[in-house]
């Protein structure tokens, strides 16, 4: 098929962001090449982007039609979206027979293949410049499948998630140009002529990457392993959260055009929605022809798919215990804004929201004075409620409950434990269907056992706005703790305050050890529950979490094998 788009345009309009994205992958230093703020796009941002009414105007022209990718194997269509603010999308998308779908995948694979690393990586670039150019109307497709509010699903959804996925390309490239793409071998043969060689390298894809999105980031979760695999020359199939199909499809969409335009088969990148109840991801996930397969979600289905998907790759993020240690501060009112912020921020439905807030019994010590576990529990709960307190800030913060699971975990906290801070409804001033309830803080005991005799209650996770203040009797006991919660359930992420060099020694130990993600005495405005592309690892692979980190060499390293070609010179 003819280019309409050449790779020397390509590269002269995208290398030397690759170029810088490399360099930053080295320095670990601050940069993004996209804006987070919403001005920058539209009549007075990017040439070409869409403006905030023209995004929301592409958004909801969207609603109630049915949304054609011209696919092969589309054997029906199925959707059945509401947003968490109430309206139902009433969108339709292709459901597709994967014995015709993918054996098309696969035919695609040899060009892309044969295009090399750089010319993948442009055409990746190419891909998520025109997403980005498209944010604004992304953003209203994150919000109202995610309820993220506003603000968030712009940042989160659009930029942050972009910065992702360029940063999974530059890995990417990185690791399949260690080995040069061909070289002469000359072994000595004493008095007799040396043998040589020609020989070649060539970075070759495992197959098909079966990417099975989560209903809470959409974007943000899927573009690494999205952009992992198609760089590492696999042809992708999106396989959507069920409630969050719409900003993949619109991705899925832009990839191929981009494909298309770029001379390649855009069958590359496909989507598959399922009918409810379908359950299509177990069915794809152990076919033969599926070598890759990356899946955020719940903690039963990535230990099936770990289990049960021996043909592939499979790089899982699943549910954590995530866990905060209260020691000593000298920054008291810092340390309470910045933990009733990050117990708030998208109501806790983040898979790095602390649940866990470790306090010992005797309390802490602070800047101006020592402060008991009770008196900890309740500024916190004071600092929740007056940042909270506005409810036109609280809806702009809080965002939407995604489902009707995490209401129920909220309404059966106060069976857990004594309630130090109560969950309020607040009205969404223009959604008035929209479910919007701030934080719950239980306080308990470290050792009490559940309500059925089992295991504490702080011991599984409880996805959303419920968080733990528990009680131990020694920051000794809460070190150990922390070990034993990352060690047993996983965290995405750890928190420490504490101004004794020993305490926040033995902290970090742990940390290295059971292989977490750890900050320590934030109390401005970085959050243990954000991190940042380039510089910031998301999880670590190393304990049971996730078994891969967002991004590293790891993560896309196994995505392909390096196939050697020796010819006689």
């Not at 029906?76 to 998308?93: F, R």
């Not at 959604?431 to 559940?450: S, Y």
Request: proline letters at 7%; glycine letters at 10%; charged letters at 20%.
């Amino acid at each position: 098929m003819a280019a309409a788009l050449s790779l020397q345009k390509l590269s002269e309009t995208h290398r030397p962001t690759l170029d810088q994205a490399l360099d930053a992958l080295s320095t670990r230093a601050y940069w993004s090449p996209h804006p987070e703020h919403p001005k920058a796009y539209g009549e007075s941002g990017a040439p070409g982007s869409l403006g905030a009414a023209e995004g929301k105007a592409a958004f909801d022209a969207l609603l109630h039609t049915r949304f054609d990718l011209g696919q092969p194997g589309t054997d029906g269509w199925t959707g059945a979206e509401v947003s968490p603010y109430g309206p139902e999308l009433g969108i339709e998308y292709p459901h597709a027979d994967p014995d015709v779908l993918l054996p098309a995948m696969r035919a695609a694979t040899a060009a892309w293949r044969d295009a090399g690393p750089e010319a993948r990586a442009l055409v990746c670039l190419e891909i998520l410049a025109r997403v980005g150019a498209r944010t604004h109307e992304l953003a209203q497709a994150v919000m109202h499948t995610s309820g993220q509010a506003f603000l968030m699903a712009f940042q989160a959804g659009g930029p942050h998630a972009q910065d992702r996925g360029l940063e999974a390309v530059a890995y990417a490239y990185q690791e399949q140009l260690r080995t040069p793409a061909a070289a002469d071998w000359s072994k000595p043969q004493g008095k007799r002529d040396p043998l040589r060689l020609r020989k070649s390298f060539t970075a070759v894809g495992r197959g098909v990457s079966l990417l099975i999105g989560c209903n809470t980031f959409p974007t943000w979760n899927s573009y690494p392993g999205l952009f992992a695999s198609l760089a590492t020359g696999n042809p992708v199939l999106v396989k959507p959260h069920p409630r969050a199909v719409l900003p993949l499809a619109l991705t899925v969409r832009i990839a191929r055009e981009v494909l298309a335009e770029t001379g390649f088969d855009p069958n590359l990148v496909a989507l598959t929605a399922e009918r409810p109840g379908e359950g299509i991801a177990k069915e794809l996930a152990v076919r033969p022809e599926v070598r890759i397969i990356d899946y955020t979600g719940s903690t039963a289905f990535g230990d099936w798919l770990e289990t049960h998907a021996r043909q592939a790759q499979v790089y899982t993020e699943k549910a954590g215990v995530n866990t905060v240690v209260i020691d000593s501060t000298d920054d008291y009112p810092g340390m309470l804004a910045n933990l009733a912020f990050s117990l708030s921020l998208y109501s806790g439905q983040m898979c790095t929201t602390p649940q866990n807030l470790l306090v010992p019994r005797d309390g802490i010590s602070t800047e101006s004075g020592p402060r008991t576990y009770d008196e900890v529990v309740a500024d916190l709960a004071g600092a929740v409620e007056g940042l909270l307190g506005d409810d036109a800030r609280a809806t702009a913060l809080l965002g939407a409950l995604v489902n009707p699971d995490v209401r129920a975990r909220i309404e059966a906290a106060p069976g857990l434990g004594e309630v130090a801070l109560a969950s309020r409804e607040v009205p969404h001033p223009e959604f008035p269907d929209a479910v919007v309830r701030t934080p719950v803080i239980v306080k308990v005991l470290a050792k009490e056992p559940g309500p059925d005799g089992g295991e504490p209650v702080h011991l599984s996770e409880c996805f959303g706005p419920v968080s733990f203040a528990v009680a131990v009797d020694t920051v000794d006991d809460a070190v150990e703790l922390l070990r034993r919660t990352i060690r047993e359930k996983g965290a995405m992420t750890v928190g420490a305050y504490t101004i004794s060099p020993e305490v926040e020694s033995a902290i970090e130990e742990v940390c290295l050890e059971e292989s977490a993600q750890l900050s320590l005495n934030l109390t401005g405005g970085v959050y243990v529950n954000q991190t940042a592309a380039f510089s910031d690892f998301h999880g670590s692979g190393g304990n049971p979490a996730a078994n891969a980190a967002l991004c590293d060499g790891a993560f896309v390293s196994g995505r392909f094998r390096t196939i050697e070609v020796r010819r006689q010179a």
